[in-house]
């Protein structure tokens, strides 16, 4: 399916509009010009007042008539679009439905990658269990469809294999504040900082 028109765009494509723009330029300019050298004065007031209004309601008429040359121009496009929102609504109306299916079997997904997560976890966490719980390396974007499960357990891998290799290092350091030196290590995971 698709929208077709019954008649080519450019068959329908209307004519320029043609008016007596010319016409009405070269009769107004001496008059904006005779309005333009005029000097006002306080008693002078009403009379600038009545021309301006003169203006005002020459402008007026002229902006009404393009309001409603516009609005007849327009009619048949607006009606046109009016046609296509009201397919387009029917089609947004049946994917929100779809939608709603769809969020619900990702958010199924991550509920189970996370557990398969949590449970590669356990395993490979060894005897840092105690010291280090999931929800502190847990990352959202793990969840993500792109991110894949293979890289998350790469990236756990490696994060259990440098903090024992860390924590080896500070006990190698024969400190006597060893334990406080690990307890700091272990809350910001950056043995620069320890």
Known sequence: MQLTLKTPIEELIPKL????????????????????KIVYTDQDLPIAKMDRAKLNKF???IENERKRIKKTY??????????????TALVDETAKIIDTQVKVFEDNKKVEKK????????????????????E????EQWLNTSYSLKKVQ???TNFI???????????SLNFKQENYLKDFYLRTFDLALT
């Open 154 to 156: 790469e990236d756990i």
């Open 17 to 36: 509009i043609e008016f007596n723009n010319e016409e009405i330029i070269i009769n107004l300019k001496p008059q904006l010009e005779y309005y333009k």
């Open 136 to 139: 502190k390396v847990f990352s």
């Open 59 to 61: 402008k007026e008429t």
């Open 115 to 134: 557990q398969e997560i949590i449970t590669f976890w356990s395993v490979n966490i060894g005897n840092l269990r105690e010291l280090i719980p999931i």
């Open 161 to 171: 294999a440098k903090v024992k290799q860390d924590l080896d290092v500070i006990s």
């Open 74 to 87: 327009l009619m048949p496009y607006e009606k046109f679009e009016n046609q296509v929102k009201e397919i």
